[in-house]
């Protein structure tokens, strides 16, 4: 088939030069412009063999912030009128990450080839996510791709926080766990075997806690205790791991029943959804399609099975808040932000909004855990290790009395 290279243009100043296979000129016109471009220059070219496509794992992934840097500094080149395989092959030498840097060569080839960005980023779903990809596409329809690569950072910019705030305030109640535990352990292990000794011969005369304590120390002690709780735990991660869907979506269903953390995961389930939700219909992306791409953003797979019925719901010509009502998971602020967003035909900024509102009450209650449950830990450990030292001291003091 003959080889035809071409000069075209996207958008008011974007120059794309590529090679592509094609029946004739004039089907090689008509394929430039289905893609969108604004054809410059095209002539057939002498056969010559097709570059191979780097080797590339399709299902590697990109940690999120080496994605949120090449997103950055992509948008940044792109508004600066450099022209998009220039950007590419830039941003593929600045790559620290070696499987990003092998997407990045692999995304110029295909647009070398007469490919979209967004055609050629959609070959990558683990790196780049249904969301990124249609943005991408609408701000190559709009020619706006240099907002939407922004957008698309900044909004990773807020996960990223999100997720910090989150782990910092989990990061002290944890440490005080592990250590807590670990102290008991060794306590139980070494400490108390050797101390108990002394009142082995007191028999049924010890006081129920100490008599307890021992009971539980020679449990932790010996060998076999440790080997049917490894085991145990082996079948048990054996299990989840063939069940590993079904395993998933117990436990998202039981966390949304917790304490504060349901509230906490619906909120930031409902943060999510409507942030994508409203990025995707503020960049004209139509409705259902919308809905389609937003979901799978929700990670929690029960939330995420609600919010699956919107589509058909939708394409019985229901307006979207009553859509919104029929499920469990919405509240009384999102349903009525929704309605006066659709009545004044602004209903991706009523989404943000909803989106930015949730955001701040997930921020809220993530310092209430975490100052509730700093205390807790406390308590907790304190109770645990004041039941040991009361256990040993008991008998001590009732010997002290006896020998009064």
């Keep these: 088939m003959p080889r035809f290279r071409y000069l075209a243009k996207r958008g008011p100043q974007e120059l794309i030069e590529g090679v592509l296979d094609a029946e004739s000129r004039a089907t090689a ?65 600045q790559a620290s990450h070696p499987h990003l840097r092998r997407v990045i060569g692999v995304i110029g080839e295909d647009i070398r080839q007469g490919q979209t960005l967004s055609g050629a980023l959609a070959k990558f779903p683990t790196v ?46 944890l440490f005080v766990g592990v250590a807590g535990v670990a102290t008991v352990a060794f306590l139980l292990t070494f400490v108390m075997p050797r101390l108990l000794k002394l009142f082995e011969g007191f028999g049924s005369q010890l006081p129920m806690v100490t008599r307890v304590l021992l009971l539980v120390s020679q449990w932790c002690a ?63 992306i139509p409705i259902l399609q919308a809905v389609e791409v937003a979901t799978p953003v929700v990670r929690n797979q029960a939330i995420r099975k609600q919010l699956a019925r919107l589509p058909a719901q939708l394409k019985e010509g229901s307006p979207l808040a009553p859509c919104l009502k029929a499920l469990a998971i919405s509240t009384p602020f999102v349903i009525h932000a929704v309605a006066v967003g659709e009545e004044s035909g602004k209903v991706s900024d009523a989404l943000l909004e909803v989106a930015n509102f949730y955001e701040r009450e997930v921020e809220r209650l993530l310092q209430i855990m975490a100052g509730l449950l700093e205390p807790a830990m406390i308590l907790a450990v304190g109770a645990v290790v004041g039941f040991i030292v009361m256990a040993v001291l008991l008998p001590v003091l009732e010997m002290g009395m006896v020998v009064r």
């Design 29 to 93: 016109l008509s394929r430039l412009t289905s893609l969108g471009y604004i054809p410059v220059r095209i002539a057939e070219t002498a056969a010559e063999s097709k570059p191979a496509e780097p080797a590339v794992v399709r299902d590697g992934k990109v940690p999120v912030r080496q994605l949120n840097q090449f997103t950055r500094q992509f948008a940044s080149l792109v508004r600066s009128a450099v022209p998009l395989l220039r950007a590419l092959t830039i941003m593929e030498e």
């Design 128 to 173: 780049f996510s249904p969301l990124y990809v249609s943005l991408v596409r609408s701000g190559e329809i709009a020619g706006m791709l240099d907002t939407v690569l922004d957008r698309l950072a900044a909004q990773a910019d807020r996960d990223e926080a999100l997720r910090a705030k989150l782990q910092a305030a989990l990061a002290y109640p």
């Design 222 to 284: 010996s060998g076999w205790f440790w080997g049917i709780a490894a085991t145990a735990a082996l079948v048990l991660g054996v299990l989840f791991r063939s069940h590993r869907a079904k395993g998933r979506a117990l436990l998202d269903r039981l966390s949304l029943h917790l304490p504060l953390i349901g509230i906490l995961i619906r909120q930031l389930e409902l943060a999510r959804f409507s942030r994508a939700f409203g990025l995707l219909l503020d960049h004209g």
